[in-house]
């Protein structure tokens, strides 16, 4: 048996640090007698530590620490919270990817802004020609969401027949394909000064040309004018070929026996073109022999090919 030093607590002789202040500093408590002593022998019985028998060890306190119960609740709340950010940002990146590639999200109202100044900006050419845009015999739903934002361009399903008045129509027939190509420049700012080289250019960027290099063949072109005047129009048409034929046999498209577009010009500054199954109806337009005089068009569509 021992006691510390510095607050008298007993404590076994096994025992080295003090349970009641954390002292390590002890004396030996003699057995027989119970007195204090700094040696191994009591001054007063001769009793020496080495002798004691029976040594009474004084349990010393266990301090146990308690483990925090778990918070279920919290945790699921925390979950959800978790995992519903995380839905809403990877949904909206699906939806707008082009805010996180540029380093920043926009708020809605600053985007809005931003796509009405990009608009201001744009001329009638570079609208119709905006890069990556769906084409001929492309995908009618995302001609849909390509086009959403510009109120000049009218895409829908050409049966509504509201799209004389738009800059660009694009339609369809199936709600699968494009099959339907207008664009409208009678009503463009300094229309007076469009000839027919400003607009052949648009109405190539239309032309699907993988297909109708692998498809369609080589028709004719000609010009045609209204001898009493205020029009004239330029045909461009191709048949399907045999490859095109087997093609649709396949039954994953359909492609149209004739591939054609007409580009219009009607009193001076009224331009008009159409890329579709009834832009050529199977030779001239003329009612009455005479009323048109028609002539070849020579035009290369190579040089206006991407």
Same mark, same amino acid.
């Given at each position: 048996m021992k006691v510390c030093e510095y607050c008298g607590t007993r404590v076994a002789d096994n025992v080295m640090q003090c349970a009641g202040c954390g002292s390590k500093e002890f004396k030996n408590i003699c057995l027989k007698c119970g007195s204090v002593i700094s040696g191994n @022998?009591?001054? @007063?019985?001769?009793?020496?530590? @080495?002798?004691?028998?029976?040594?009474? &060890?004084?349990?010393?306190? &266990?301090?146990?620490?308690?483990?925090?119960?778990?918070?279920?609740?919290?945790?699921?709340?925390?979950a959800l919270l978790y995992f519903g950010i995380v839905g809403f940002i990877v949904t909206d990146y699906m939806a707008n990817p082009e805010n996180y590639l540029s380093g920043k999200q926009e708020n809605p109202e600053s985007q809005e802004q931003t796509e009405s100044q990009k608009k201001q900006k744009l001329t009638y050419a570079e609208l119709i020609t905006l890069k990556d845009h769906p084409i001929y015999y492309g995908d009618y739903k995302l001609?849909? @969401?390509?086009?959403?934002?510009?109120? $000049?361009? !009218? !895409?829908? &399903?050409?049966?509504?027949?509201?799209? $004389? $008045?738009?800059?660009?129509?694009?339609?369809?027939?199936?709600?699968? !394909?494009?099959?339907?190509?207008?664009?409208?420049?009678?009503?463009?700012?300094?229309?007076?000064?469009? $000839?027919?080289?400003d607009v052949l250019p648009l109405v190539c960027d239309y032309i699907p040309y993988e297909i109708i290099d692998k498809y369609y063949d080589f028709k004719e072109a000609f010009h045609e004018i209204y001898k009493a005047g205020n029009y004239e129009a330029y045909h461009y048409v191709m048949d399907l070929n045999d490859a095109g034929k087997e093609a649709n046999k396949s039954g994953e498209i359909k492609y149209d026996d004739k591939f054609s577009f007409q580009i219009i010009h009607r009193n001076d500054n009224e331009w008009t073109a159409e890329m579709n199954y009834l832009s050529y109806e199977g030779k001239y337009r003329s009612f009455k022999e005479g009323e048109f005089d028609i002539k070849k068009w020579k035009v290369n569509l190579k040089k206006y090919r991407n």
């Open positions: @022998k009591c001054p @007063k019985c001769e009793a020496g530590i @080495k002798d004691r028998r029976n040594e009474q &060890v004084i349990q010393q306190p &266990v301090i146990r620490r308690m483990k925090p119960k778990k918070n279920y609740k919290l945790i699921a709340v925390l001609a849909k @969401k390509f086009w959403k934002k510009y109120d $000049e361009v !009218v !895409v829908d &399903v050409t049966t509504t027949g509201h799209n $004389e $008045e738009a800059l660009l129509f694009v339609g369809t027939i199936d709600s699968k !394909v494009i099959d339907n190509i207008r664009i409208n420049l009678s009503d463009v700012e300094g229309n007076q000064n469009i $000839e027919l080289e």
